[in-house]
């Protein structure tokens, strides 16, 4: 979703990541559990991971594509 996505459609797919920490959260407070910090890390890590990870690929897409167009003006110049 980042790599392709707006934003709102980012936090859309971060949604279900974010049930399952809210999930497990409730869970621990209903059995009495004190919260493990260290238990959130894999949530963060999930939805940290993929934006970044979708984040750099937008990013050289775009890069990409700007060099690309860069190089065919660059060639139609010389032929003219």
Do not use: I
């Amino acid at each position: 979703m980042a790599a392709y996505g707006r934003q709102r459609r980012l936090v859309l797919a971060a949604a279900p990541v974010l049930v399952c920490h809210a999930a497990m959260r409730a869970g621990d407070w209903l059995h009495g559990v004190r919260f493990d910090g260290l238990g959130a890390l894999p949530f963060v890590g999930v939805l940290l991971g993929g934006w970044l990870l979708g984040d750099y690929a937008r990013t050289r897409r775009l890069f990409l594509a700007q060099l690309a167009a860069s190089a065919e003006l660059a060639a139609r110049e010389r032929e003219e």
